[in-house]
């Protein structure tokens, strides 16, 4: 009988299941749901009450119809029997931060709290802990916090603490009845498990943690709140475990809703991006996974722990266990060039996409593949989102330069990606530059799917060869290899991620080469390229973040 | 009976006369005709052999076209008889270059001759000898001339002498046959008249003439190239008319074609841009011009000469007698607003215009009105083609800072607007620091007329009140001073340009103030503004000027 591994995807819009044969790797069925209610952003379901415009929420009802859907489709999809499937693996985005009660019930459910909007979980790009964000930089900056140097130097809005203390200061009620703050990814699974086994990967990314360190000290938490000093023993959990182990077994109860047999193997939850790693059959150093979707996401294994400027975050056992992850990231990629489809490519181009029943996008790539690199007399830096790494700065904004009357918007396209493969140069060169070389490039996401001319200029502009993961839902298969690995090979799975990852993920026969005459000219560009990044981003010239002081309405300080 | 003097305004697509009466200043009666081949850019008409890119002609048998058309339109339109007219004066686009027989009639005229390229007229903006004008200026340089200073240190491919040379250089035998060659302004006066009555706006801003020290000296020329050394003698005039001179009488044979009686007075000829300067009433230093077309010309009268960086012209009698004629100018005013409505701005935008049946700048301005001075968060360099004043460098291009992801269409409108406004005030604060003040701004052309929203912007920006010139044809109603200043008080008019400047030409009532807080704000922007200029501008990094390279095909060297 064939032995299939599920993989649980959970993403910002929708959740995805896919069932791959731990044998050959093939993808034999998958099923995706959209959230009902999707990303909570204007007004909270219950009240209608108008949320501020930094907010982003979700409803954990959600979470499981998406289940429900989902598992049986895969299955109906795949025509297998449940028997069939020997674990289960969960990725999830992070930090979508839900408190709970003591049995794992979101607090949002009970009828009385619904009406409460800090009850509701808070999903990853929720940006209302911008100030706790920025409290907790400076204080951990001036105690000379060691948590700080693991992430460059720069704790995000996003993360787990700042999510927390807003919650606190905000609804310190809320705060009290929550008796667990917990990522999305590891609720689920202990909503599959009945046992609360947190993740690596989530508590060292986004909570802070390491394994030699542990969480921040209770010194730096009373410092930031008195009432946060005790968040550790009280709403966390100090058992960590890493990515590839497993979690617990499948209970009856979850297994009646999904229609699966109780008792399956599910291991550790993993965030999504993290979860392409295995899915692209990267199980050593010096191979870097590019996630190129609405952001941009590098991610890299190592054997030793490094902290350097411009990491998003390095984590032992985060990835895969027994080495160190390392993390990077550029905020806008995809995001960049969507932004131009919509305020800046004129009526022809859409009438054309129109006309011919392809995307805007297609239009404007085969104009801008149709130039030489340098041709467009453009150039681009990347920080329409500010800028994550490597300069930390999300105050940055972008910058176009060598516009002419006759500049068409193919150019403006291509100047955008060429912009964003900078970017990744500079983040690979930044790798290196600390000790961690980088051999080989390894590509997933829509983006790179879709967009074979974003692709061929990343290898020219960064002059090595990039692999395009074979599955086009790599975060699934990911999750799914992780679910073999919890099954180990006296479920039918494999002991080591290392296996499974060979067995199962993997990339397309092919890729992109760098053409040398290509990559030649654009050295020559990036070099202009980092110029300007050092001239606007490390404060020889601090007018983009004065620019930025000005559009959010504050006059900024002569000489800011 | 109602005196009136016919202003002839020829431009770069059409020609307009329009009939001003003398006493009050009315425009009693106007026409215009756009000429049959336009801007000849495409094909020589004769044959259909393909033109360079960089080429712009005209045919001058579309003069005589015009002129027939309007003149008696205008009569028509005023319903006047032709006794009423008491005086001409005419204005034409510069240095619009025509070969022409000793007796005047153009090269082209003759049919052999008619398909050779070279023998017909160049418009103004042919920009065929930019080669040649390098040469002048590298030349000039070296051997230190001292007319380079007038000029702001560069001379353009759209001038006199570098259009001569390339026709020297590329078609000698045509240059041989050229026994004039003529600025289009002074060949219409000379048609009008039967006299050659060169202007000393025409030879002074575009042939490299001046009052005290006449052309380029002989051994300059001779160093250019051999045969030149003898072009003023055979070739030109050495007799130079100031501006508001008399230049002969209407002939009986042109008097017949346009319904004119002979012997009407004639002025010598003046640019067409110069023209608005008497129709803005501006007759004394102090006051200067903006003229916002495609491009934006700023024009200011001064009792003595002075010599700096960023002019493109200083010229003894060359906009009003006794003065000295400022120029300074900027390549792309209403140019880089096309720009933006042709290469980025969404359909919806477009949509929407078509819907109101207004223009997509009014969709724009309506939308860039609501923003507040720097709420936009964006910052250009208004360098879409090049820079002329201040620092007359072609090879500049365009910058735009501050994109972030919610940047829309009618910010980056707003910025374009700002960035020209602040591209003015450098201008102003040149002239000033200089020894040349500027206490009153005038303006006229399209732009001025159209866009309101421009014009509030340049005061706020500027910090003064901006008077909006009174005619919506400046230029023509400048023509017509100047015929009535040609046929003095004598014949009905006046004797001083001064005089005809105050009774015919004039501004609005209200104009544009300064809105302080606005203004305020602006000066804190043009800080970063003017930190830009010099960084992009001034050579600390010269990366614009290698970006148009790449576009041109050209690799930059290192460092250069």
Redesign the interface.
Known sequence: MRRCALGLDFGTESARAVLVDVTTGEEVGSAVHAYESGVIDDRLPETGEPLPPDWALQDPDDYWRALEAIVPAALRAAAISAEAVIGIGVDFTACTLIPTRADGTPLCCDPELRKQPHAWPKLWKHHGAQPQAERINRLAAERGERFLARYGGKTSSEWLFAKALEILEAAPAIYDRAERLIDAGDWLVWQLTGREARSACQAGYKALWSRTEGYPSREFLAALHPRLATIVEEKLATEIYPVGARAGELTPAAAARLGLRPGIPVGVAIIDAHAAVPAAGIAEPGKMLLILGTSGCHLLLGREERSFPGLCGVVQDGILPGFFGYEAGQP?TG??LA?QT??????EY??EAARRGVSIYRVLEERAAALRP??????ALDW??GNRSILMDADL?????????E???EE?YRALIEATAFGTRAIVENFERHGCPVQELYACGGIAEKNPLLMQIYADVLGRPIHRVRSGQACAVGAAILGAVAAGSAGGGYDRLLDAAAAMGGVEAGGFSPDPAAHD?YT??YG?WL??HD??GRGE?P??K???A????R?PE?GS
């Open positions: 806008a995001d960049l932004w919509r305020a800046a490519v004129p009526p859409h009438d340098g041709e467009c007399g453009l150039l329409w989102n904004a972008g910058v176009l330069i060598g516009l002419t009357l500049t068409r918007a403006i000219r020559a560009l202009e110029r300007l001239y606007f010239n007018v983009l004065r620019l930025r000005w559009r959010a309405g006059r002569e």
